[in-house]
Antibody, heavy 123, light 110 residues
Framework: QVTLRESGPALVKPTQTLTLTCTFS??????????VSWLRQPPGKALEWLAR???????HYNTSLKTRLTISKDTSKDHVVLTMTNMDPVDTATYFC???????????????WGQGTLVTVSS | QSVLTQPPSVSAAPGQKVTISCSGS????????VSWYQQVPGTAPKLLIY???QRPSGIPDRFSGSKSGTSVTLGITGLQNGDEADYYC???????????FGTGTKVTVL
């Protein structure tokens, strides 16, 4: 059974750094093709993809946010961590992590999602 | 920002059919497979269609996907109250090396 769960602070102050952890089970991020992404959704707005890390440790980032994001994985602990620097109130959103079982060849679908965690940026 | 364009909303009576369009470019829809996601407000998105026209196990055949050039379409037949949700298309953009989503479409069952 595949599961993903996001964890991290519910409230951060402007200019602080946000660190989110995606803890997953039921699959291995060492399996060829496997990827985990972070995504977010501001209240009432559309989904936005943030970053992805794959089985070979290749990383891709949203071009608009690239300078603020870092994604990493701890395969032995089944964790993927996202850090986002210089948080601003516009970054208030529900943050999701999701699995991609075939991160190659133009497939790239997200087949399993975490439930999401709401992060509010406010002083 | 959303790279793929969808209509903001569509609606129909129970039992009827709706279609949702998603328009992109040669670097995304034109060269990669597209997925569709259903999101009931307050919950995580759910994969509805992958590889532009394939349904995951458990998704009824009332949902269908098609692709033509740089556009895709999601069709929902036999509309049910439970289909009220937001629907998003998404795909990899080979020029951006990033995943991109549509603007989202709200489906209302009248």
């Amino acid at each position: 059974q595949v599961t993903l769960r996001e964890s991290g602070p519910a409230l951060v102050k402007p200019t602080q750094t946000l660190t989110l952890t995606c803890t997953f089970s039921g699959f291995s991020l060492s399996t060829s093709g496997m990827c985990v992404s972070w995504l977010r959704q501001p209240p009432g707005k559309a989904l936005e993809w943030l970053a992805r890390i794959n089985w070979g440790d290749a990383k891709h980032y949203n071009t608009s946010l690239k300078t603020r994001l870092t994604i990493s994985k701890d395969t032995s602990k089944d964790h993927v961590v996202l850090t986002m620097t210089n948080m601003d109130p516009v970054d208030t959103a529900t943050y999701f992590c999701a699995r991609t079982p075939r991160g190659y060849g133009g497939y790239d679908e997200f087949d399993y999602w975490g439930q999401g965690t709401l992060v509010t940026v406010s002083s | 920002q959303s790279v793929l364009t969808q209509p903001p909303s569509v609606s129909a009576a129970p039992g009827q059919k709706v279609t949702i369009s998603c328009s992109g470019s040669s670097s995304n829809i034109g060269s990669n497979y597209v997925s569709w996601y259903q999101q009931v407000p307050g919950t995580a998105p759910k994969l509805l269609i992958y590889e532009s026209n394939q349904r995951p196990s458990g998704i009824p055949d009332r949902f269908s996907g098609s692709k033509s050039g740089t556009s895709v379409t999601l069709g929902i037949t036999g509309l049910q109250n439970g289909d009220e949700a937001d629907y998003y298309c998404g795909t990899w953009d080979s020029s951006l090396s990033a995943y991109v989503f549509g603007t989202g479409t709200k489906v209302t069952v009248l």
